[in-house]
């Protein structure tokens, strides 16, 4: 693989170090200022890789690598650089808490933005509005942390580090909280009738021959685990009730772009979250994936087995664990309805409100991998994903040239717009429209394409995607920052394509979302890669003759022999044994482990046939 996920990372912490700076100096600033979100990607690329990559740990500082000080020398020597990491903690969650009510604050601040044309910009009302990425983002960042604390706390002997370390996952605490219940009430279920203009393009999706009467039962059929999911949900909405009585009806569910319009607080034994919701009532196919992703963290064996949710998160999590699941099974559902060929790899994606994109197609791949490869799907599913990634790659050109004034080019800049429904009168009457701008085309297909290679079992399959990952990741790798304080961050599309405009400040956005696909990269390193069935047959056929050889060298009394000829065969039977043990993880290597043997214990037959001939 092309992409060495170690070296990678040490890279962009050295040159996060050099734009940050250290102490009294430190800049949270990236290109688009600071916000709760962006601050919150900062600070991920510094804590997720270690919880990836135990190698590159830096809460241990007797442990800590010297690579590791290098590349965070900005932040002091290896006892220093874990006490500025949790100063740094300190005062984010500081900066993001009201003053006043001392709840958590999950404004979008300087991530909205407008349509291309629109020169008003957004009010400052607009600026404060709760959304889900943020919420999204604190899950993640907020697991993290209490990690990072909990570990780090067993190494601070001085009574008032240990206090700024407890402080520091308190906040995580609360934050995380906060943020458990901004998802669950951002999550919402829009239904329709199903010969309304959502409920055709849903019936397209299904069937070539669109609406019918049979297409919408097939559709409700095929959903009937997750409509009753939504009864066990929301037992008392009658509006759900009514989707499952009424056999004209047909729905979504995931997550809006906020907190929900009317939905309804949430309560727990300390706090009532009841902030105003303004988001309408419908799924948003981006801040879904980003929900599923962001609430995955909640459900990792990790933070199970150390048991890092109180009480009062055990309860929220079992409600968005429901959500979670209902919104990856509707949208897998619905992408891989029939026989032959899925609506997923019908490209682009058509959402239900008649807009059309290849980064619909992708988000919704997104939901459909973990579907497959949480259900153990077989590889030809895989092999179909894979497809798909590719055609994406191409469309997207990123494996291939573009074309003059190629509109593919939009994708990577500006990218494709979101529009915040039921935001745009915040202000007043002269607001403008407001939303959320995607533009990570690269990282999603190099992320999606690394998850997909961890669960293929085909080693042709696995070096598929492996190929197709070495070319995203070049076109990632040219788009890198090369002049500047920024240098070695992301993001500058110009690099590759000289057509879009030139961008010399790094976007903590894009270098979070590159520094998890390292970090999925090394997952994949670290993980045990899928044996041919070929070479495992030769593997094992190998040292069943090796075993029988040495055997008979035994069986001829070999081993009562002279002190060289006895430290042979117990080398020979070192090797048989570890050749054993890893021929159904390894077997090249167990094979080349035979071979040895097999060399071995032919030079003492060899020896032998010459004395006779003597």
């Known amino acids: 693989m092309r992409l060495?996920?170690?070296?990678?990372?040490?890279?962009?912490?050295?040159?996060?170090?050099?734009?940050?700076?250290?102490?009294?100096?430190?800049?949270?600033?990236d290109r688009s200022g600071r916000n709760s979100i962006s601050d919150a990607e900062m600070l991920l690329c510094l804590l997720l890789p270690p919880i990836r990559l135990d190698d590159i740990r830096f809460d241990r500082p007797d442990e800590t690598r010297p690579d590791v000080c290098a590349a965070l020398s900005a932040f002091?020597?290896?006892?220093?650089?874990?006490?500025?990491?949790?100063?740094?903690?300190?005062?984010?969650?500081?900066?993001?808490?009201?003053a006043e009510s001392k709840l958590p604050v999950f404004s979008v601040g300087t991530y909205v933005s407008t349509p291309i044309g629109e020169q008003r910009p957004a009010t400052e009302e607009q600026k404060a509005v709760e959304v889900v990425d943020a919420f999204a983002v604190s899950v993640v960042l907020a697991t993290a942390v209490i990690r990072f604390a909990r570990s780090y706390r067993n190494q601070v002997q001085r009574a008032s580090n240990r206090a700024e370390v407890d402080n520091v996952e308190r906040l995580a605490r609360d934050r995380l909280t906060a943020a458990?219940?901004?998802?669950?009430?951002?999550?919402?279920?829009?239904?329709?009738?199903a010969d309304s203009s959502e409920g055709r393009v849903l019936c397209e999706k299904a069937s070539p021959d669109g609406y019918s009467p049979a297409v919408v039962n097939r559709i409700r059929e095929g959903l009937s685990d997750?409509?009753?999911?939504?009864?066990?949900?929301?037992?008392?909405d009658a509006t759900v009730a009514d989707l499952l009585e009424n056999r004209d009806l047909l729905f979504e569910c995931g997550w809006s772009w906020g907190i929900v319009r009317d939905s309804e607080p949430v309560k727990t034994g300390s706090t009532v979250y009841s902030q105003v919701g303004h988001a309408e009532s419908a799924p948003y196919l981006y801040f879904t994936v980003v929900a599923v992703d962001g609430i995955r963290e909640l459900f990792d064996p990790a933070t199970r087995r150390v048991g890092l949710l109180d009480d009062e998160q055990q309860l929220l999590a079992r409600t968005l664990n429901l959500q979670w699941d209902l919104a990856q099974r509707y949208w897998s559902t619905v992408a891989t309805l029939g026989e032959e060929r899925w609506p997923i790899e019908d490209l682009p994606w058509r959402t239900t409100d008649e807009e059309e994109s290849d980064y619909y197609s992708l988000l919704v791949l997104s939901l459909v991998r973990h579907a497959l490869a949480d259900r153990g799907?077989?590889?030809?599913?895989?092999?179909?994903?894979?497809?798909?990634l590719e055609d994406l790659a191409d469309r997207g050109r990123i494996r291939r040239r573009p074309l003059a004034d190629d509109p593919a080019l939009l994708l990577h800049h500006p990218g494709t717009w979101i529009q915040f429904n039921g935001a745009e009168s915040l202000g007043g009457p002269e607001s403008p429209r407001v939303g959320w701008r995607m533009g990570e085309l690269g990282t999603l297909l190099l992320g999606r394409s690394l998850s997909v290679a961890?669960?293929?079992?085909?080693?042709?399959?696995?070096a598929r995607l492996l190929d197709l990952t070495d070319r995203i990741w070049g076109h990632l790798e040219q788009r890198r920052l090369r002049n500047g304080k920024g240098a070695g961050l992301w993001d500058n599309p110009a690099n590759v394509y000289p057509t879009l405009p030139e961008r010399t400040e790094p976007s903590w956005y894009h270098t979070n979302?590159?520094?998890?696909?390292?970090?999925?990269a090394a997952e994949l390193v670290q993980g045990t890669p899928p044996s041919g069935v070929v070479l495992a047959d030769v593997a094992a056929e190998l040292l069943i003759e090796a075993e029988d050889v040495f055997d008979e060298e035994q069986l001829r009394g070999s081993g009562s022999g002279g002190p060289a000829l006895r430290e042979s065969l117990t080398r020979q039977s070192i090797g048989l044994r570890r050749a054993r043990r890893l021929m159904a993880t390894r077997p090249g290597t167990s094979a080349a482990l035979t071979l040895e043997v097999l060399r071995e214990l032919d030079k003492l037959a060899a020896a032998r046939e010459f004395e006779v001939g003597e």
């Not at 458990?180 to 329709?192: K, Y």
């Open 454 to 462: 961890q669960r293929v079992n085909d080693h042709r399959l696995r």
């Open 4 to 29: 060495q996920p170690r070296q990678e990372l040490l890279s962009v912490w050295k040159s996060l170090s050099k734009w940050c700076g250290a102490g009294t100096e430190f800049t949270w600033d």
């Open 513 to 520: 979302r590159v520094v998890q696909c390292m970090a999925t």
């Open 180 to 193: 458990m219940a901004g998802l669950q009430r951002s999550f919402t279920v829009n239904i329709f009738r």
């Open 226 to 236: 997750v409509m009753a999911g939504l009864r066990e949900l929301s037992p008392n």
């Open 76 to 98: 002091g020597s290896a006892v220093e650089i874990p006490q500025r990491i949790i100063r740094l903690l300190a005062q984010y969650f500081e900066t993001y808490t009201d």
């Open 377 to 388: 799907a077989p590889d030809s599913d895989l092999e179909r994903l894979t497809r798909i």
